[in-house]
């Protein structure tokens, strides 16, 4: 079966240390990875997508990515975190065996950043 | 200004009473869906639609219909509301199907706010 795991539901971190979210994937053949953010009574709002090429992706506010296929993961990434970043973090893959236009999400991760 | 609007953004209503979410958006996309949101299990699919007249079940469509009558609108019909369909729900929508080399590249899709419903 195809599935995203986000293996915390929750990241804690101190402003201006570097931030990890954690996302891992099973599909089959090559799939396209996106992250989101979701803000508190907002819809999701993308951030930033692999598709092919270099395994290191960059996105909006400072976020990126890095794509480890042997490790079928897509971490989300931040040198230095800001207390505006807390919200709640969806990985998602949109398989290239599925002509729906599908995306699969991860359960979510709460990141809190305090001051 | 791009957007994905729906409404109502909160409605609290009784088991069997009839409820359309509508859902529009003003970026001319083909590709739109309906997710529903619940804790600990991110989101999940509803019912999507290729194009205007264009629509098929995802992953969880039971007690939903929609309709594609017009390429902006796609709104999800509740015929007989039951409290298992509680839930935060979004529409969505992009520019074509995700994964279609030909549109370019992937399409990100872009999320109105989302509805609170609850079914007492």
Redesign the interface.
Known sequence: AQSVAQPEDQVNVAEGNPLTVKCTYSVSGNPYLFWYVQYPNRGLQFLLKYITGDNLVKGSYGFEAEFNKSQTSFHLKKPSALVSDSALYFCAVSPHSSNTGKLIFGQGTTLQVKP | EAQ?TQNPRYLITVTGKKLTVTCSQNMNHE?M?W?RQDP??????IY?S?NVEVT?K??VPEGYKVSRKEKRNFPLILESPSPNQTSLY?C?S?LS????AASG??Q???????TRLSIL
């Open positions: 994905v590709y869906s997710y600990g299990l991110g989101l999940r699919q999507y290729m098929d995802g992953d979004f969505a992009s199907n995700v994964w279609t590249g992937n990100p899709q872009h999320f109105g706010d989302g």
